[in-house]
């Protein structure tokens, strides 16, 4: 095997995996913001009350691989992810998603949460997956592992 044999093969697989690895984070539509927790009611029992300030990271679900919405809520002592079905609308019905969060140790809520969305507001776009800025307000009941607590997630976020 020559030189020029070796490095057409050696491209080749660069962009080979190049293209692999590159795809799904190009489907990705990330939003990124912050916003509060708030509106807590029966979660006294882990002491939450008031407003808890939050930065956010919400993916869009890509119907052909994954069909769950990403919501990552950071806050200075841990983070808690929502794993939501689609579609993402104002809805009156209620819907079971996935919960876990990190504090002192990483762990899924059970029973599952139950999500719905109160609000949903694409800005600079037809659709949510078009817009520039979104804005979301969630009921979440069974928060942090309480079944009895509902909170209220209200969020603004922009387009990566």
């Given amino acids: 095997m020559n030189i020029a044999r070796k490095t057409r093969n050696l491209i080749g697989a660069l962009v080979a995996a190049a293209t692999l690895t590159l795809a799904p984070m190009a489907q990705a539509v990330d939003f ?6 708030t509106d ?6 882990q002491g939450w009350s ?17 069909g769950l919405n990403n919501l990552s809520l950071f806050m ?5 992810n929502l794993a939501i079905d689609d579609p993402l609308a104002d809805t009156r019905t ?3 998603s996935y919960g876990n969060a990190t504090f002192y140790e990483w762990g899924n809520w059970d029973p599952r949460p139950r999500v719905r969305f109160r609000q949903v507001t694409p800005i600079g776009g037809a659709t949510v997956a078009e817009a520039t ?8 009941r069974g928060f942090n592992w309480m079944p009895a607590c509902e909170v209220m997630i209200v969020l603004a976020l922009h387009r990566e």
């Fill in 94 to 96: 209620w819907r079971r």
């Fill in 76 to 80: 200075p002592d841990g983070t808690i």
């Fill in 133 to 140: 800025d979104l804005l979301l307000r969630i009921r979440v």
């Fill in 40 to 45: 807590f009611t029966g979660c006294s029992a």
């Fill in 32 to 37: 990124r913001g912050g916003g509060a927790i």
């Fill in 50 to 66: 008031g407003a808890a300030f939050v930065r956010a990271r919400f993916r869009l679900a890509d119907g052909a691989s994954n």
